[in-house]
T-cell receptor, first 116, second 110 residues
Framework: EAGVTQSPTHLIKTRGQQATLRCSPISGHTSVYWYQQALGLGLQFLLWYDEGEERNRGNFPPRFSGRQFPNYSSELNVNALELEDSALYLC???????????????FGSGTRLTVV | GNSVTQMEGPVTLSEEAFLTINCTYTATGYPSLFWYVQYPGEGLQLLLKATKADDKGSNKGFEATYRKETTSFHLEKGSVQVSDSAVYFC?????????FGTGTSLTVIP
């Protein structure tokens, strides 16, 4: 069974540009979560999508947005990039039924975004 | 609110030493507790979990016991190996969202 896949692995953008990150959950997982892992700051919750709808959002500005497609894959878009957006962006999904309390998350390997 | 506090690293141990990484939490309701591990250049992997008080999660020689009275979920391993070098994250979930600690970096030297 394929795991959670994220693309691209690395992304370099210039300040002010837009970045698009992609995530494909494990087959059968309907919930997708996005986290930002900035150096020295741990994991910060960004967004949660389930069944195509945004269910919850972390404390990030509106220029961080995303969507979930009918096949449950997801995109994270970051507009007007700033230097401090440089981080590892992790996507995670949960098992059918979305019970993270029992099953936890399955994480992808992340996209390393560098803003110069 | 909900939060997780981990002991700060980095932690450096010799091979076969005993490992403890402290984790305490604050939560409303009855959370599930998790330890995740992140090897260099990779995403996070679930290491172990406990879903109710007094449960013990274990995997790959690592153990953690859900202690409601002390709101703790300390990670332990009796004899670490070089391959255990990674960053370890404690986390809780109340059913709606995960809350992660800041991570503890472990380096095991031969």
């Amino acid at each position: 069974e394929a795991g959670v896949t994220q693309s691209p692995t690395h992304l370099i953008k210039t300040r002010g540009q837009q970045a698009t990150l992609r995530c494909s959950p494990i087959s059968g997982h309907t919930s997708v979560y996005w986290y930002q892992q900035a150096l020295g700051l741990g994991l910060q919750f960004l967004l949660w999508y389930d069944e195509g709808e945004e269910r919850n959002r972390g404390n990030f500005p509106p220029r961080f947005s995303g969507r979930q497609f009918p096949n449950y894959s997801s995109e994270l878009n970051v507009n007007a990039l700033e230097l401090e957006d440089s981080a590892l962006y992790l996507c995670a999904s949960t098992q059918r039924g979305g019970d993270p309390m029992n099953y936890g998350y399955t994480f992808g390997s992340g996209t390393r975004l560098t803003v110069v | 609110g909900n939060s997780v506090t981990q002991m700060e690293g980095p932690v450096t141990l010799s091979e076969e030493a005993f490992l403890t990484i402290n984790c305490t939490y604050t939560a409303t309701g009855y959370p599930s507790l998790f330890w995740y591990v992140q090897y260099p250049g990779e995403g996070l992997q679930l290491l172990l979990k406990a879903t109710k008080a007094d449960d013990k999660g274990s995997n790959k020689g690592f153990e953690a016991t859900y202690r409601k009275e002390t709101t703790s979920f300390h990670l332990e391993k009796g004899s670490v190996q070089v391959s255990d070098s990674a960053v370890y994250f404690c986390a809780l979930n109340t059913g709606n969202q995960f809350y992660f600690g800041t991570g503890t970096s472990l380096t095991v030297i031969p």
